[in-house]
């Protein structure tokens, strides 16, 4: 028999998991869950509204003040590393959720356990050093032996979360385990296109005695229960990743009660390689920057600007790597390129491919989509780009990588090409010169740059977005701000 735990997980009937226990049913209808690699479905997962996400807001603002609330920093590092083991001792079966749900390949499934049990285990750390200060305040003409000042720092309250489909796992855990360091409650939303991570992980808090009510899900559509979460007057905080458009929607929801708002969103990330780089790890560290996950990630390294001097060979060798890269089932670790999410995806992807051909780019590798079974679409290479092509101006969310070049131009000049962008997420410069490699971090207009590297993630380091990329930083201590509100004490005496 191989009924994997996985197999078992999908078979079950899935909805809600709200006050500790699976809601099986919805006021919404019901998502079927497809494998993007095979397009057959391979679970249900019972829709809900405005109706769920109110239930949900409302245990979750009790539980605030239940237990959870009364826990000492010590309990709740207990049950954040008692959940991180869980994810660890899960991995295979987070693996194969992850593959199914998403189609991811498996050698970046198999990121998914780890990267949330590091996620936990930093963020536990964390509850025991959230602390307020005491200031040298002379309010009210009181002198320092009359009055005593301090700040405490409280959880912000209950956050509602909505996530999208690209990485299920590590995209929730990301809002989950700073939530639960604060001592917040959480009402999550995930993508209809990868809803299952959520509710597993749901589970595996659960278990490991995270109280019932503090972490909640209610599946269904964005334009509902989204749209429910992000208008709702008792959610104190919503922290939302996904795209620029949904997150000005989320911010124009969010004044009815001015809840406070993080956003994550797009990109069109540039990546500029010097003549001086090493292009051994130039070629495919500026191919995966393109490639992972099928370019289905916001930091996709999508516009490369090239030193013309190199710019064929990068090219060449871009093109190479691409077509050395199997497509196919992320199920089969041979594969390095599964499929896109959806139809809707790679029909998006493949309008690409046709106004890349009729504005004059050059393809070098791919521009197809492939097999009829499975939303499968080649790593593509356009070379001969222009600033105004629409593969150069707008997020994809596919694996298609547009070259430009550049010649004699200053520092300056060279970064409002760069920066000739509304999004501000990440960027990359190759090069093997200190100069060239601190003189551009400083002049690019994101808020990640990597030096002979392309987005590096670490727990320890905040990510985040300028300008149309987004509001807040995740990771990191900064991450924990967007969780917390500071109360200002001051006592008096005669
Ligand atoms: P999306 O369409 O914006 O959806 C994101 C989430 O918002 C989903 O849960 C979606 O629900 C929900 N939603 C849709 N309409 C809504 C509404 N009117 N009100 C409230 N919620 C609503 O994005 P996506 O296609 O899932 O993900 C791709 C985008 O996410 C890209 O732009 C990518 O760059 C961005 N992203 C950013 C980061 C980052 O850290 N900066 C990370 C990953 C992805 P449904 O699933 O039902 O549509
Ligand atoms: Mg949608």
């Given at each position: 028999m191989s009924n994997t735990p996985a197999q078992q997980f999908l078979a079950r009937s899935h909805g809600h998991w709200i006050d500790g226990a699976a809601v099986p049913e919805g006021s919404q209808g019901e998502i079927v869950v497809i494998d993007p690699a095979t397009e057959a479905p391979i679970a249900r997962v019972a829709a809900g509204g405005q109706a769920e996400v109110d239930r949900a807001v409302a245990v979750a603002r009790r539980a605030l003040h239940g237990p959870w609330g009364d826990m000492t920093a010590d309990e709740r590092t207990q049950i954040m590393l008692k959940f991180a083991g869980l994810m660890d001792a899960h991995a295979e079966t987070i693996t194969e959720l992850a593959i199914l749900d998403n189609g991811m390949p498996r050698v970046i499934a198999e990121s998914c356990a780890p990267f949330g049990s590091m996620f936990l285990r930093y963020y536990a750390g964390w509850t025991s050093k959230i602390t307020g200060s005491t200031m040298p305040s002379a309010a009210q003409g009181k002198r320092p032996s009359q009055l005593h000042a301090y700040t405490l720092r409280e959880p912000i309250g209950v956050v509602g979360a909505i996530t999208p489909w690209n990485y299920p796992f590590g995209m929730e855990m990301l809002k989950i385990a700073p939530v639960l360091a604060t001592g917040c409650t959480l009402v999550l939303k995930p993508a209809e296109d990868a809803p299952l991570a959520a509710l597993f992980m749901a589970e595996l808090a659960s278990e490991a005695g995270v109280p019932a009510g503090v972490f909640n899900v209610v599946n269904g559509l964005g334009e509902s229960a989204g749209a429910a979460v992000a208008a709702h007057d008792d959610i104190d905080k919503v922290s939302f990743t996904g795209s620029t458009d949904v997150g000005r929607i989320i911010v124009r929801a969010a004044a009815g009660n001015l809840?406070?708002?993080?956003?994550?969103?797009?990109?069109?990330?540039?990546?500029?390689?010097?003549?001086?780089?090493?292009?051994?790890?130039?070629?495919?560290?500026?191919?995966?920057a393109a490639f992972m996950l099928q370019g289905q990630n916001c930091v996709c390294g999508s516009r490369v600007f090239a030193h013309v001097s190199i710019a064929e060979q990068l090219a060449e060798g871009i093109a190479k790597f691409a077509a050395s890269m199997a497509i196919g089932p992320g199920s089969d670790?041979?594969?390095?390129?599964?499929?896109?999410?959806?139809?809707?995806?790679?029909?998006?992807?493949?309008?690409?491919?046709?106004s890349a051909a009729q504005e004059g780019a050059r393809c070098l590798g791919g521009g197809t989509r492939v097999g009829d079974r499975g939303f499968f679409v080649a790593p593509t290479v356009y070379t001969d780009c222009t600033p105004d092509m629409r593969i150069v101006r707008e997020e994809i969310f596919g694996p298609v990588l547009a070259l430009q070049t550049f010649d004699k131009e200053s520092p300056e000049e060279l970064a409002a090409m760069a920066n000739d962008t509304n999004y501000g997420l990440s960027a990359s410069v190759w090069t093997r010169d200190l100069r060239t490699a601190h003189t551009m971090s400083r002049l690019i207009d994101a808020g990640q740059v990597g030096v002979n590297t392309h987005a590096a993630m670490d727990p320890t380091m905040p990510f985040g977005g300028f300008k149309q990329s987004g509001w807040g930083r995740e990771f990191g201590a900064d991450a924990l701000e967007l969780y917390l509100r500071t109360k200002a004490v001051t006592v008096t005496w005669d």
């Open positions: 809840k406070k708002v993080s956003l994550e969103l797009g990109g069109k990330s540039p990546v500029l390689v010097y003549p001086d780089a090493n292009l051994e790890t130039a070629i495919p560290g500026v191919a995966m670790p041979k594969n390095m390129i599964g499929p896109l999410i959806s139809a809707r995806q790679r029909d998006r992807v493949a309008g690409f491919f046709d």
